[in-house]
């Protein structure tokens, strides 16, 4: 994992002011395999996106849980200025969860704390 940890900031350090696709693809790709297959299927993740905007790149996907219910949005934004995380949980639309500063071991953890 520490490997998969040192390419992406690798790859996050060498993007221009817009990302190519690639890139955007690349980097979130990297997010699910550090957040772990386990956590995964344990919060019922699926329609994943990767995109990115003024947060940095994210990777989005559909997640079900006490907390989010059906209808539950996690969205995971790769900071690498600071080589941090910051997961964010949505129920309806409506941010319910926010969480800074996540290191890459943390996020399985962290998003299973938002499902609930």
């Known amino acids: 994992m520490q490997t998969e940890a040192t390419e992406l900031l690798r790859i996050a350090k060498s993007l221009t002011a817009k990302p190519s696709r690639e890139d955007i693809v690349e980097i979130a790709d990297t997010i ?27 990777l989005s996907f559909k997640a079900s849980g006490g907390n989010l219910q059906r209808g539950g949005l996690i969205k995971v934004s790769y900071n690498y200025g600071t080589d ?3 997961v964010r949980g949505y129920r309806n639309m409506k941010e319910i969860a926010e969480v800074k500063g996540v290191q890459f071991p943390e996020l399985g953890s962290t998003i299973e704390e938002i499902t609930g």
């Open 32 to 58: 699910r395999k550090q957040i772990g297959r386990n956590t995964l299927m344990y919060v019922g993740a699926n329609q994943f996106k990767a995109s990115y905007d003024s947060d940095g790149i994210f």
């Open 84 to 86: 941090e995380y910051v």
